[in-house]
């Protein structure tokens, strides 16, 4: 099974306006992380934010907000404000903390989110 | 933080050639960890690379398809060998600087690997 999943390959928003960006996981894991990630056409990957599974707030960073439910096991990115320069790729990523050493992310298939003037 | 110098930003190589990628840390790091992403798709990691060890490959990557050197804690180079138009990717180096799940992963700005 996948451990991410974004199920909008693409989303498109007026500027100034909010916009969700759906991301469900998959872990048995009690002890997680969830990051978002930002991804330009020049293809670096910018972090935005990041949920613990122990966090009892959403996580909020500038403009981007964090929906976590844990028991629908969904942790949507929240942009507020949208400006041209938030078009971009936008990818959902997990790190599970059960075994020792297993620190790489997985990463979901992606959003490319498009702000219309 | 960490940052990450990563090279050549991008490159157009022949097939059967074979192309090493670069990446360069400021700071000390334990595990770096090498990802693939094909176009329009997602990061699949490749590898994961400690120093002083060989470094763990996924399910359907293969050292010598992908090997991997790790001399030191701040650097280490993926070669891409006998290319073929299907090795046409991003590939990105990144760098964690802890351990915990709540630690950022720090991306190089990638290697865009065209192969014809």
């Known amino acids: 099974a996948q451990k991410i999943t974004q199920t909008q390959p693409g989303m498109f928003v007026q500027e100034k306006e909010a916009v969700t960006l759906d991301c469900t996981y998959d872990?048995?894991?009690?002890?997680?992380?969830l990051f978002w990630y930002k991804q330009p056409s020049s293809g670096e990957m910018i972090f935005l934010i990041y949920?613990?599974?122990?966090?009892?707030q959403n996580a909020t960073e500038g403009r981007y907000s964090l929906n976590f439910q844990k028991a629908r096991k969904s942790a949507n990115l929240v942009i507020s404000a949208s400006q041209l320069g938030d078009s971009a790729m936008y990818f959902c990523?997990?790190?599970?903390?059960?075994?020792?050493?297993?620190?790489?992310?997985?990463f979901g298939t992606g959003t490319r989110l498009t702000v219309i003037p | 933080s960490a940052v990450i110098s990563q090279k050549p930003s991008r490159d157009i190589c022949q097939r059967g050639t074979s192309l090493t990628i670069q990446c360069q840390v400021d700071?000390?790091?334990?595990?770096m960890f090498w990802y693939r992403q094909q176009p329009g798709q997602s990061l699949t990691l490749i590898a994961t690379?400690?120093?002083?060890?060989?470094?763990?490959?996924e399910s359907g990557f293969v050292i010598d398809k992908f090997p991997i050197s790790r001399p030191n804690l701040t650097f280490s180079t993926l070669t891409v060998s006998n290319m073929s138009p299907e090795d046409s990717s991003i590939y990105l180096c990144?760098?964690?600087?802890?351990?915990?799940?709540?630690?950022?992963?720090?991306f190089g700005q990638g290697t865009r690997l065209t192969v014809v």
């Open positions: 690379a400690n120093q002083g060890s060989e470094a763990t490959y």
């Open positions: 872990t048995s894991d009690q002890s997680y992380g």
């Open positions: 700071s000390q790091v334990t595990m």
């Open positions: 949920q613990g599974s122990y966090d009892e």
């Open positions: 990144s760098v964690q600087t802890g351990g915990g799940v709540n630690t950022e992963a720090f």
């Open positions: 990523a997990m790190r599970e903390g059960r075994l020792a050493g297993a620190n790489n992310l997985f």
